[in-house]
């Protein structure tokens, strides 16, 4: 949120996770690296990307691990009931602590739920300050909600503290929560949060897959889409509450893909992710130059290594045109070389990685101009070579160059490894 500075988003993207922003039978996670780079490339510098997800605090930071994810602008968690800022910082709401606190008493949920033995608690970290979880069969699920939720409605009479609701989804998992809590209550909160401040985000895209998106849906003048794998739960009340609605569809792409399938139906604009374009650059008033400059040259070092362009001087002069012939690199570990005399060795390196498991992909890009013609760029570059991860921290400066590829040349560029992402080899290759 801090390349925000005040203004307000252009568009703001809430995303569950499992199975809609990240497609868990895709190893590959192409399509997942198809919305990254459509992010960093043109939305990261003035949008906001929010998370959604049933995961807790714990359960979440384990995918971070697991898949090529960006560093979100906000988090919310355990479905809808925590609310976290500034990417890894994770720095909690505390209004939206207080907000449920009201008609909420955990212990007596807890009491209340232990009564069916159909219930299995879910593990300990899922136990949240505002939500309890439990397992269910699905064959079994209809008859204990029901049950259950006129069990709670009576301890609501008799004591007036009480105010739960019950979330099913994914065929398997129930949540009882604060009545004013899920994401669509947490989103919502958002919005009212942002309105006040006098930023509300241009346009707004909601996306999910199961029951508990479902209240995404609901929030007022926002777009909707279902992915195409979205659940029997989700699409059920699709029919029911949403058919008809022109702001939801229903997405035949699966997963990421179905989101970037929402932006180009709904015209949010640029909607063409850098990796679907055959050609070198994407150019025009649209694209932030500068962040396609920074995407597309990465993006085609690792296709020029994974032989996934041709071999030919004019790719390669594509290279050499965007780098200033005094541009220094400073590597990681420490060694420091001229990068426009240094990328011929990336020349030798073409094909090393055919056929291997080897990407890049760009995260964080934080651009602040200094001069007329010269931009300071932070961001996080990551690759992932085989079952290896690595992240370099990096530094750069562009200079104005109308005749560059993206009208900009790099001038410097300083590396450091992330903390715990960093290799125990110099690698050659390496920009």
């Keep these: 949120m801090e390349g925000l500075k005040g203004s307000s988003p252009r568009l703001m993207i809430v995303s569950d996770l499992d199975n809609t922003m990240v497609d868990h039978h895709d190893p590959e996670n192409i399509s997942l690296l198809r919305f990254n780079a459509l992010w960093e490339a043109d939305y990261r510098h003035d949008s906001l990307l929010v998370f959604s997800t049933g995961r807790s605090p714990t359960l979440y930071k384990e995918l971070r691990k697991e898949k090529p994810l960006l560093t979100p602008d906000i988090t919310i968690m355990s479905v809808g009931t925590e609310i976290t800022y500034d990417g890894d910082s994770m720095s909690p709401d505390k209004g939206w602590e207080e907000v449920l606190n009201e008609g909420w008493d955990r212990g007596t949920v807890v009491e209340e739920a232990s009564r069916f033995p159909e219930l299995k608690f879910q593990v300990e970290t899922e136990q949240r300050p505002h939500k309890v979880s439990f397992y269910i069969e699905k064959t079994k699920s209809s008859e204990v909600i029901n049950a259950l939720?006129?069990?709670?409605?009576?301890?609501q009479l008799n004591y007036r503290q009480l105010d739960v609701k019950i979330i099913y989804s994914g065929g398997i998992d129930?949540?009882?929560?604060?009545?004013?809590?899920?994401?669509?209550?947490?989103?919502a909160y958002l919005l009212k949060k942002f309105n006040s401040e006098g930023k509300s985000p241009q346009n707004t895209l909601v996306c999910g897959d199961s029951g508990n998106d479902a209240e995404l849906f609901s929030v007022a003048d926002v777009y909707g889409v279902m992915v195409g794998n979205a659940q029997e739960e989700l699409l059920q009340w699709y029919e029911e509450n949403a058919k008809g609605n022109p702001k939801v569809i229903l997405a035949h792409e699966r997963c990421a893909a179905g989101i970037i399938q929402a932006m180009q139906h709904f015209n949010l604009d640029p909607n063409v992710s850098p990796r679907d374009i055959v050609g070198l650059s994407q150019t025009g008033a649209k694209y932030f130059l500068l962040g396609h400059e920074i995407v597309e040259f990465h993006l085609l070092c690792e296709r020029w290594r994974r032989a996934e362009v041709e071999d030919s001087n004019e790719i390669f002069q594509w290279f050499k045109s965007a780098i200033d012939p005094k541009c220094s690199l400073l590597h990681p570990w420490g060694v420091e070389e001229n990068l426009f005399t240094g990328i011929d060795v990336l020349r030798q390196c073409y094909g090393d990685q055919k056929g291997k498991q080897?990407?890049?992909?760009?995260?964080?890009?934080r651009p602040l101009k200094i001069s007329s013609d010269i931009w300071l760029v932070r961001f996080d570059k990551w690759e992932l070579i085989e079952q290896e991860r690595r992240c370099c921290c990096t530094t750069a400066l562009l200079k104005v160059k109308p005749d560059a590829p993206n009208s900009l040349s790099w001038i410097h560029i300083h590396e450091t490894w992330l903390d715990g992402c960093g290799s125990r080899t110099n690698l050659c290759c390496s920009i």
Excluded: T, V
Excluded at 149 to 155: A, D, F, H, I
């Design 149 to 155: 939720s006129k069990q709670l409605e009576e301890r």
């Design 174 to 187: 129930l949540d009882i929560l604060p009545q004013g809590a899920g994401k669509g209550q947490a989103l």
């Design 358 to 365: 080897f990407r890049i992909w760009i995260d964080r890009i």
